[in-house]
């Protein structure tokens, strides 16, 4: 299967803990996203990469929230100091560049419960 | 307030009914695209409109994108179990600046059998 896949899926975490998740894209895509959604509403963009650069960062992506994607291919969000308002499922999407003519592609998302 | 707005929230019908969802904002947008997300998965591409006015049709589903391309709409005919879902619409490029979606609210359909 060559879609977007997520790991882990599921995450429980204690409060105040880190935790990091991995997205690998469609291999040709250079264009990577991150979405927030909690149950029942539509996705929050939280940032975007182009290639390895981060071009665009929500203001909901706080000093604890970092995303990396140092080579250009998967990449990783960080979530520091977990609070149990975290919880979500995060979602990674990729993309050709000029997607207007291209279609986005999700993964299934990561599931984050903060007790 | 959201961008997007999505009515009904949620909404449960019989199979063989028929509904529409609908998606308002008072901006104007060069295309509207409508997903639909199934439990536990990401979202998935169901149609792009791009002309004011326009209707297209995939299978028992009509979408229509309003004259002044401010709205759009979603009609299911004769509603199936498999149609349960939450369908989203979403605007790229909103603003102009960037290459990303921004997601209506929502509409959370369940269709029992």
Not at chain 1, 5 to 28: A, L, Y
Not at chain 1, 60 to 75: I, N, Q, T, V, Y
Not at chain 1, 81 to 102: H, P, V
């Amino acid at each position: 299967d060559t879609g977007v896949s997520q790991d882990p899926r599921h995450k429980i975490t204690k409060r105040g803990q880190n935790v990091t998740f991995r997205c690998d894209p469609i291999s040709e895509h250079n264009r990577l996203y991150w979405y927030r959604q909690t149950l029942g509403q539509g996705p929050e963009f939280l940032t975007y990469f182009q290639n390895e650069a981060q071009l665009e960062k929500s203001r909901l992506l706080s000093d604890r929230f970092s995303a990396e994607r140092p080579k250009g291919s998967f990449s990783t969000l960080e979530i520091q100091r977990t609070e149990q308002g975290d919880s979500a499922m995060y979602l990674c999407a990729s993309s050709l560049q000029g997607w207007e003519r291209n279609t986005i592609y999700f993964g299934e998302g990561s599931w984050l419960t903060v007790v | 307030t959201q961008l997007l707005e999505q009515s009904p929230q949620f909404l449960s019908i019989q199979e063989g009914e028929n509904l529409t969802v609908y998606c308002n904002s008072s901006s104007v947008f060069s295309s509207l695209q409508w997903y639909r997300q199934e439990p536990g998965e990401g979202p998935v591409l169901l149609v792009t409109v791009v002309t004011g006015g326009e209707v297209k049709k995939l299978k028992r589903l009509t979408f229509q994108f309003g004259d002044a391309r401010k709205d759009s709409s979603l009609h299911i005919t004769a509603a199936q179990p498999g149609d349960t879902g939450l369908y989203l619409c979403a605007v790229p490029n909103y603003g102009g600046a960037t290459n990303k979606l921004i997601f209506g609210t929502g509409t959370l359909l369940a269709v029992q059998p």
